[in-house]
């Protein structure tokens, strides 16, 4: 899956306030416009291979391919459950966070395998 390494700053409700870009950009979020999390209790989650977590947000800062240029513009992070930081891309125009499920499951698991 592309994208850049980077890390969220998350508030006190836990939605993302701020993105850092491993080179040393920042984002401020604007909005977040979907979130999706794997189901699986958070100790589990943290060792699994696939996406277990994904954001999709309105972010306001250096533009992609242009980051002298300030402006807002769509970014997607999401994280794998044993890989630390966060894999970030711009865009897409409409949310693909449920998208990402099937990559949640690289086992060949599904939902009924998580048990109660």
Known sequence: MPGA?????F???????R???????FW???AVLCHWQH???AGRRLRMRGIVECWRMRVWGPLPGEPGRN????????TRGNRPGWLL?????????????AESFPDGLSF?????
């Not at 508030?11 to 306030?17: C, K």
């Not at 993105?19 to 950009?25: E, F, R």
Request: overall charge negative; charged content about 20%; aromatic content about 2%.
């Open 5 to 9: 390494k980077g890390t969220l700053t």
């Open 89 to 101: 891309s711009p865009g897409p125009g409409e949310c693909e966070c449920m998208a990402t499920l």
């Open 19 to 25: 993105v850092h870009h491993a080179s040393g950009l």
């Open 112 to 116: 009924a395998d998580l048990g109660p």
């Open 71 to 78: 402006g807002e513009f769509t970014m997607t992070a999401r």
């Open 28 to 30: 401020n979020v604007g």
């Open 39 to 41: 189901p699986a209790p």
């Open 11 to 17: 508030d006190a409700d836990r939605s993302p306030q």
